[in-house]
């Protein structure tokens, strides 16, 4: 995918993705069965569809038979539209009216680190600040496929940094963060999986050689849930030095990850923030940057979420 927003994630089998954010629920928020999570909605942050079958190759026949057919309608159509030209008057067309469309409504929450942006997931439930050079994109789901060589993934709750930074490529990115789960109970083997998976998948040509993923030993951490409420969790980063080439792709990349662990042994899954970055080019985000958006990292009191409409488009 080379981090761009994606409708379908194959090889991402967890249909509960961010039910609960771990299990936990925010200090001020209303007291529901486990099963429900957080209580805000019993459906995911998002629901992703199967992926696309992919279309097979048409044979040179079949494309010469198509255009024949597409040569004859036209032929036809042609006929009939100058026969019917001839016996009836031009008429005026009537101009359409203009489209009206109310955008949905939109969580947003307030940001912990100062002079930063916050990126809201799962109706506010959770939340995480990037710097004000990053481009908050909560409703996004961006990734990279899963190949016999690299083994994907796939984040929600995304924000990118230098989006269309390489004028070779205009979808290219600095780097980004996003939120996903990991079936591991033990945070900080949840976090290292997840920077050896994005790392790997994100700096590889889909069919190798893999990148060089060099991880660090986990910092413990915690997560806030407001009130003073915290859970344990685990922060890896790892030195990623990219089998990828080209003008766009650089020398060097960090990858971190934060991973919380699951309030519910026997559903051993923990929730990730993961965030990635390019190293060495001008505006890339610091060593110390990256572990500050990690920290930010925690979920968010129902009173202080707050929802807002944005204003209604015409087209």
Request: glycine share 10%; hydrophobic share 35%; charged share 15%.
């Amino acid at each position: 995918m080379s981090g761009g927003e994606r409708g379908d994630s194959p090889g991402y089998e967890d249909k509960e993705a961010l039910s609960g954010f771990g299990g936990y629920q925010p200090s001020d928020s209303p007291r529901f069965e486990s099963s429900q999570g957080f209580g805000v909605a019993k459906t995911p942050d998002y629901q992703q569809p199967r992926p696309p079958r992919r279309k097979r190759p048409m044979s040179r026949s079949a494309r010469r038979l198509v255009l024949t057919l597409g040569a004859t309608v036209v032929v036809v159509g042609g006929s009939l539209l100058f026969g019917t030209a001839r016996h009836h008057p031009p008429r005026t067309a009537t101009p359409r009216p203009p489209t009206t469309y109310t955008p949905a409504p939109q969580v947003v929450v307030p940001a912990v680190v100062s002079g930063w942006q916050s990126v809201a997931g799962k109706d506010g439930v959770y939340a995480y600040d990037v710097p004000p050079n990053w481009a908050p994109h909560p409703g996004a789901v961006h990734g990279w496929d899963r190949t016999p060589a690299v083994p994907g993934i796939v984040l929600s709750a995304s924000a990118f940094l230098g989006e269309s930074f390489c004028a070779a490529a205009p979808g290219s990115r600095l780097g980004g963060a996003g939120v996903t789960t990991v079936p591991l109970g033990d945070p900080a083997a949840a976090a290292e999986q997840a920077v050896t998976n994005l790392g790997v998948s994100a700096y590889s040509p889909d069919d190798g050689p893999l990148s060089e993923v060099t991880v660090e030993p986990a910092q413990a951490a915690e997560v806030s849930f407001g009130g003073g409420e915290k859970a344990a969790a685990s922060i890896v980063l790892a030195e990623v030095t990219p089998s990828a080439t080209g003008a766009c792709v650089s020398r060097r990349a960090l990858v971190g990850a934060i991973a919380l662990r699951p309030a519910d042994p026997a559903n051993p899954k923990s929730a990730v923030l993961v965030v990635y970055s390019d190293q060495g080019n001008p505006g890339a985000t610091s060593r110390e940057q990256v572990l500050q958006i990690l920290h930010s990292y925690r979920a968010v009191p129902a009173a202080q979420r707050t929802t807002v409409t944005p204003p209604p488009t015409t087209r």
